[in-house]
């Protein structure tokens, strides 16, 4: 090449350089920024109680960056467009507790203390599970040590990708159990009460721990309310006695299961804490199937915990039997992202949130509503290429699906 | 200082003012009192007013008319502010509000926003049986008709939730007996007279559990293989039939013989006060009198007569015709004609002693007497051979739970071999890679697996949101339903899901109403909102496919099931 | 005017005529008409009992004073009597809550845990005429933790507590030493496979305990800042000071007798549970002024391991321990097959005990023995309002519970 310019005549050499200083920005801005996404639809569910009609988001980088009305003229330009004629856009749905079919590598057995062991060493980033989670809405999730353990270890928030998954936080908060598979009659604990008794030994030790031990640190920051516990609790009794433990330490913990927690809401109220439901189901009980609706009336907050597929279903099942549809779409969107202390980024859409969403042809919680897409990071990772009114073409990214 | 009335006693008077001030019930908004002509009272009209959901009144010609904003008939198109007129317990009209017209003694019911569609049905359910049915092996004669009871609350749900006709069938395994068609109501349920035996249900066993495909099939050959041993039942019940028309053939001959001779010697009949004790006796004091099968029952001898002692009808086979006595030829053995007062009533003592030998010495030389006719002994029956027999005939449809497609391609290619004439599938979880099997057997679906969530590892790969409309695309009819008591109330969520996942909402609609009446064979009489049908009305004050959908009112053949207390 | 102005015309009247008067909360309830046992005293004929804001005011004789605007339940005929506490009562906890099998010397867990106030258990006992239960550790740990006693039935669980870390609780027999094999025949590095294999090996253990315990508090006398703390022998420590109470289940005459003597070795006083053959040492009790609570004298069969703790039932004990002058209470116990706890008065009362004694044995000598005696266990003054309205003698078997009241609230019960 050197050779050849070096031959050139005076003109061609200027020519060649305008031409390098014409194309120069184009390279600099492929390199520096991918182009920003506008999309439109009839509805956007901003978080349940902000609704924008009709709806337009501005996607840049990977995130939220305007909502609606405010989306400067000069980005709309810019952008590329896409279209959902009609159909409701809502943050893609966080799934706070979860194994991602992983379950053999997330409990460890020989001893039941293991605060310290976090959930995103055992992380498969090409997993089956995992790639399943943008077909069912699901944009985010928190893959939970197991329950066979009384302190299991520390949860993190995954999220899927094109190509492959990505953690998104590290230690969204320590996973705790009481209930029946974290008594073993093969180890200690094998009795409720001695499972009680030591997680209150483990939190009186991390309480008093001056020595930065890495398993009680991890039980410290609960108590110092920098991350929140999600305890196993199923029957009366464990939820009593979560109850006990948090007044006595002072947290506010999220009561995993708590399928008898019907006759206990008031004292679950009154103690601050919150509850994690598992999915509602068609054969439950009616008083299992109006739990969420007695929560959302004494203002305990809720979400939806369980199998991947079964998350948009047990929030169609609670509106069905009196929960209202802003509490039920907040069980499986903000409030499940406030307890993995992530609402900052998933779970809502505003501004500096992550551009996880669902496109549904309806409302997202009638089930006759068909999903039609979703992004996760602004990258289109389910359902088809969305009509786009004719624009420039697109040169620096393909959209997979 | 305090006054001297006390609390208790001032909360009873108040309690008692407010009764007296407040109204016997509330009216609905907007609905036209209950109108009567001023001299005719309707006997059961009062007590049955709108609203009072504690007196369902008894249907008898009570008219009702139901004005809706949105009538979905599901047969035929949708009718908005229209009225359902019911008569009775049968629909005598539907249709826009200025087509029907409303007579003057009917009942008004108003429901401004609300929706109105037939009552639900419900094609395959577990409801009203008791653990043990659903627990054992039955067979198929083992009719589940005879032990539905209520159980408990959840069963009241159903009919609340709209479902005013289920298919209960057993959990046994391979054969889980008849099933049952059942009207729920709100406090149990009420048979569907004619339909107690609706059909011969069938559950393979082989489950989610890890077995080869060549296992099942053997296992479904091996239940099918029940078919084929019945043709020697079969071959012996007819062979029965047929004796027993000779039978009625031959006793009919034998009597007017002797009807025929004893009118040539009426009056020689000795007054014989002991007619033979054996049955088959009869006419023996009494020739020709009671010549009727049945009337000797009673009969016994004091003589000692031997055999036939227990005057059972029909007369059993050779019985030791004892007195030869009074009469000619009353007796069962080679009945000869023995002239009529020929022997005394005392030689009663002689036992089977007569031997076909000594007849003939005594027959006069007159025409031979016809042999007296046995009756055929009939086979034994066995409930469940006569339940498969049923459905060979066509009678009863067999229905088979199956899930993988190769298990469905073998039931199908069994069916066919066995020439079983009607068939039905529940479940078919498989069903969508063999739709087009399905559809040229033409056998109708009933899907009760549609719901997201977790299945079995074995099941994985088979989509049930998606099997609606795959056998849609197919042309295989199919109906939605719940498969259990408990999962009734949330019917239509079922059928939204396979809206959801492409399924065309009316078709959704139809899957839960008059697919199912097809499937069950009630379609004369429940489905849709039709002249004619059974008045089974649900109404819901939004579309029926979304999740927060509110029953309002539910009639079940014209009697309110279930009518909201809320306010409108 | 129209009825809906009407209906809320009189709303507001009888808003302010219940603000006038007081709500039903604080209003003073009198049971007057029936025969009233308080519990330590005689009977009292048409009595009056007087309750308010869940405790009793006044129980007395036919012509006590009634305060104005009180409610008063005529229970004409009928017959009260303290709510009966039933100081060993078995939850229906499964056997795998209430054991920590990890060890057989727990002594720092708290039984309180596994309550269940909606449990069907409580309520069904709670309808016998129960109005608080002593809720214990398993039996199949040497040393299985502390009990508590709750009532029966509360507004909330917390209000039902009426004493946590009430004893501890020993077991002597057979059965702390059963199960200490590996599961299924496992290998030796399974935790059963341990210590105590024998009757000898568990009271090898109750020994090792306290011995240990009385070497801490050695030991802390000469740590006055107290850097090392062991919660197991905190407990037995106290137990040893007499801080707390030991209850040790010891059914046959052996068993009692080597409960006795741990008992002077380590200079604690035990409170003997199930106890069958306590008649065999009536004497012996008497000495060393031992309460028992015998548990479910109406059975044939003795409960725990049957022909290992060797108990041969006999009817007529209770008089005998009466007529040694040992304290004693009737309970239901481990036994499966008792009867409810009044049905086992019921029995006593028949052999030998009087009426009396035989109530006495259910109300005020459980609670003196499980130190909740100043707040319930009798009818007196100033005491919680626990107890029960027959509808007849509650010792003649026709008659059950008309009405269960526990701090003064009527509680749903099973009809």
Redesign the interface.
Same mark, same amino acid.
């Given at each position: 090449m050197n050779a050849r310019f070096d031959r050139a005549p005076h003109a061609a050499r200027h020519l060649a350089l305008l031409l390098l200083a014409a194309l120069a920005p184009l390279w600099t801005a492929a390199g520096a920024r991918a182009q920003d996404l506008l999309v439109q639809c009839k509805t956007l569910v901003v978080a349940p109680d902000t609704v924008v009609t009709p709806g337009e988001l501005l996607v840049r980088d990977g995130k939220v960056a305007h909502v609606g009305p405010e989306i400067p003229a000069e980005a709309r330009t810019r952008a590329r467009t896409v279209v959902f004629a009609d159909a409701t856009i809502v943050p893609a749905f966080v799934l706070a507790h979860s194994t991602l079919g992983r379950d053999g590598d997330l409990v460890e057995r020989r001893t039941a203390l293991t605060p310290g062991l976090r959930a995103a060493d055992a992380f498969d980033p090409f997993g089956d599970e995992l790639k399943r989670l943008p077909r069912l809405g699901i944009g985010s999730c928190a893959l939970a040590p197991g329950s066979g353990n009384v302190a299991g270890g520390l949860a993190a928030l995954v999220k899927p990708g094109a190509a492959m998954g990505a953690v998104a936080r590290e230690a969204s908060y320590s996973k705790l159990a009481l209930a029946a598979p974290a008594r073993n009659p093969e180890r200690q604990p094998t009795a409720l009460m001695g499972a009680i008794d030591l997680l209150r030994q483990s939190l009186r030790a991390a309480r008093a721990d001056q020595k930065g031990d890495p398993d009680l640190q991890a039980l410290a920051s609960v108590l110092r309310g920098e991350r929140r516990a999600f305890v196993h609790a199923d029957t009366r009794a464990e939820i009593l006695a979560v109850l006990a433990l948090a007044k006595e330490f002072g947290i506010e913990p999220v009561l995993l299961g708590a399928g008898d927690a019907t006759d206990l809401v008031e004292a679950i109220a009154q103690a601050r804490a919150a509850v994690a439901l598992w999915p509602l189901q068609p054969a439950m009980r009616d008083e299992v199937l109006r739990l969420p609706q007695t929560l959302e009336t004494r203002g305990v907050p809720f979400c939806f915990v369980g199998e991947p597929g079964e998350l948009r279903a047990a929030a169609a099942l609670a509106v069905r039997y009196g929960t209202s549809r802003r509490a039920a779409l907040a069980a499986i969107t903000r409030t499940p992202a406030e307890f993995c202390g992530a609402a900052d980024a998933v779970g809502s859409l505003r501004r500096g949130c992550d551009a996880d969403f669902a496109a549904f042809q309806g409302d997202p919680l009638d089930l006759g509503s068909r999903l039609l897409a979703v992004y996760v990071g602004g990258v289109q990772l389910f359902g088809e290429a969305p009509k786009a009114p004719p624009a420039t073409p697109d040169i620096t990214r393909k959209d997979s699906l | 200082m305090r006054p001297t009335i006390s609390g208790p006693v001032l909360h009873a008077l108040s309690c008692a003012l407010l009764f007296a001030t407040a109204p016997a019930q509330e009216p609905e908004p907007g609905q036209a009192p209950p109108s009567r002509p001023a001299g005719e009272a309707k006997p059961s009209e009062d007590k049955a007013a709108p609203g009072n959901a504690a007196a369902p009144a008894a249907p008898r010609e009570r008219t009702i008319a139901i004005h809706a904003a949105h009538i979905h008939p599901i047969a035929g198109a949708d009718v908005e502010n229209g009225i359902v007129l019911i008569r009775g317990d049968r629909i005598a009209a539907v249709g826009a509000d200025g087509a029907v017209a409303v007579p003057a003694d009917a009942e008004t019911v108003t429901f401004a926003q609300g929706h109105v569609y037939p009552g639900l049905v419900d094609a395959a359910s577990d409801a009203f049986t008791d653990d043990a049915v659903r627990a054992e092996t039955l067979d198929a004669g083992a009719a589940l008709a005879d032990g539905l009871r209520r159980r408990g609350d959840r069963e009241d749900a159903i009919v609340r939730a709209g479902i005013t006709t289920v298919y209960v069938g057993g959990r046994g395994n391979p054969w889980s007996g008849q099933g049952a068609i059942v009207r729920p109501t709100a406090d149990g349920f009420a048979p569907f007279p004619g339909h107690e035996h609706a059909a011969v249900g069938m559950r393979l066993a082989a489950g989610a559990a890890e077995t080869h495909a060549l296992q099942r099939q053997q296992l479904i050959e091996t239940v099918f293989r029940a078919f084929a041993e019945l043709d020697d039942y079969k071959k012996k019940l007819d062979e029965h039939q047929k004796a027993l028309e000779k039978y009625k053939k031959d006793f009919a001959d034998y009597l007017a013989w002797h009807e025929k001779k004893n009118g040539k010697a009426g009056a020689d009949k000795p007054a014989d006060a002991s007619p033979p004790a054996n049955a088959g006796n009869g006419g023996g004091a009494r020739e020709g009198q009671d010549a009727q099968p049945g009337a000797r029952g009673g009969q016994r001898g004091g003589r000692g007569r031997r055999g036939g002692g227990d005057g059972e009808r029909p007369p059993q086979t050779p019985a030791p015709s004892p007195t030869p006595a009074p009469q000619g030829p009353g007796d069962g053995k080679p009945a000869d004609a023995k002239p009529a007062e020929a022997k005394p009533a005392d030689k009663a003592t002689e036992k089977t002693g007569e031997k076909p030998g000594d007849k003939p010495a005594e027959k006069p030389a007159e025409d031979k007497a016809p042999e007296r006719p046995k009756y055929p002994k009939a086979p034994p029956r066995e409930p469940s051979k006569d339940a498969l027999l049923e459905v060979l005939d066509g009678k009863l449809p067999l229905r088979v739970e199956v899930v993988r497609p190769d298990e469905i391609r073998a039931v199908l290619a069994a069916a066919r071999d066995r020439k079983v004439p009607s068939l039905v599938l529940e479940n078919v979880l498989g069903g969508a890679a063999i739709a087009a099997d399905l559809a040229s057997a033409s056998v109708p679906c009933v899907l009760t697996a549609v719901w997201p969530g977790t299945r079995p590892e074995a099941f994985a790969a088979f989509d049930a949101l998606q099997l609606p409309s795959a056998l849609l695309a197919a042309g295989v009819p199919f109906a939605i339903a719940s498969g259990s008591g408990r999962r009734a109330g949330a019917l239509p969520l079922m059928a939204a899901c396979a809206v959801g996942a492409g399924l065309d909402e009316a078709q959704a609609l139809r899957a839960i109403t008059l697919t199912p009446a097809e499937i069950l064979g009630v379609q004369k009489d429940v489905g849709s909102l039709q002249t004619g049908k059974l008045a089974d009305v649900l109404v819901c004050d939004r579309p029926l496919l979304r999740s927060d959908c509110r029953v309002l009112a539910v009639w079940s053949a014209g009697a309110t099931a279930y009518q909201t207390e809320e306010p409108r | 005017m129209n @009825?809906a102005t /009407?209906?809320s015309v009189?709303?507001v /009247?009888?808003m302010a /005529?219940l603000a006038a008067? $007081?709500s039903?909360q604080d @209003?003073v309830t009198v049971y007057r008409g029936a025969r009233l046992w308080p519990g330590d005293a005689p009977a009292i004929e048409h009595a009056v009992l007087i309750v308010a804001q869940g405790r009793v005011q006044a129980v007395g004789g036919e012509n006590t004073p009634i305060p104005? $605007?009180a409610?008063v339940v005529d229970v004409e005929g009928q017959v009260i009597t303290p709510g009966l506490i039933d100081a060993a009562w078995n939850a229906g906890t499964a056997v @795998?809550? @209430?054991?920590?099998?990890?060890?057989e010397v727990?002594p720092?867990?708290?039984?309180l845990?596994? /309550?269940?106030?909606? =449990?069907p258990a409580l309520l069904r006992t709670r309808s016998q005429g129960v109005t608080a239960v002593h809720i214990m550790?398993g039996t199949r740990n040497v040393i299985g $933790?502390m009990s508590a006693v709750v009532k029966t039935w509360g507004t909330?669980?917390a209000s039902m507590v009426l004493k946590d870390e009430a004893a501890l609780r020993i077991v002597l027999g057979a059965e702390p030493s059963i199960g200490n094999m590996p599961?299924g025949g496992g290998n030796a590095d =399974?935790?059963y496979f341990r210590r105590p294999g024998t009757r000898m090996g568990v009271i090898w253990q109750v020994r090792r305990s306290f011995y240990d315990a009385k070497e801490y508090l050695a030991r802390s006398i000469d740590d006055p800042k107290h850097t090392v703390i062991d919660?197991d022998l905190e407990v037995l420590a106290r137990v040893l000071q007499g801080k707390l109470s030991a209850v040790t289940t010891a059914r046959s005459e052996q068993d009692l007798r080597t409960a006795l003597r741990l008992a002077e070795e380590f200079g604690y006083t035990p409170i003997l549970d199930e106890a069958q053959d306590a008649y065999l040492v009536a004497d012996d009790l008497h000495k060393a002024h031992v309460a028992v609570m015998v548990g479910a004298p109406s059975a044939e069969r003795v409960a725990g391991t049957g022909a290992a703790d060797g108990a041969e039932p006999r009817l007529a004990t209770l008089g005998k321990l009466r007529d040694a002058g040992v304290p004693f209470a009737i309970t239901t116990g481990t036994n499966m097959a008792a009867l409810d706890l009044v049905r086992e008065a019921t029995f006593a009362r028949r052999y030998g005990l009087s009426q009396q004694e035989a109530l006495a044995a259910v109300t005020v000598q459980p609670a003196r023995m499980l130190g909740i005696g100043d707040r319930t266990g009798t009818l007196q003054p100033g005491k919680d309002a626990d107890f029960v309205v027959w509808s007849g003698d509650p010792f003649d078997p026709a008659s059950h519970p008309l009405t269960v009241v526990v701090d003064g609230h009527d509680t749903p019960v099973l009809r």
């Open positions: - | - | @009825a /009407l209906r009189v709303c /009247l009888w /005529l008067f $007081g039903a @209003a104005d $605007g409610r @795998a809550d @209430a054991n920590e099998q990890s060890e727990t720092a867990l708290h039984a845990d596994n /309550l269940d106030p909606q =449990s550790p $933790g909330d669980p599961i =399974s935790m919660r």
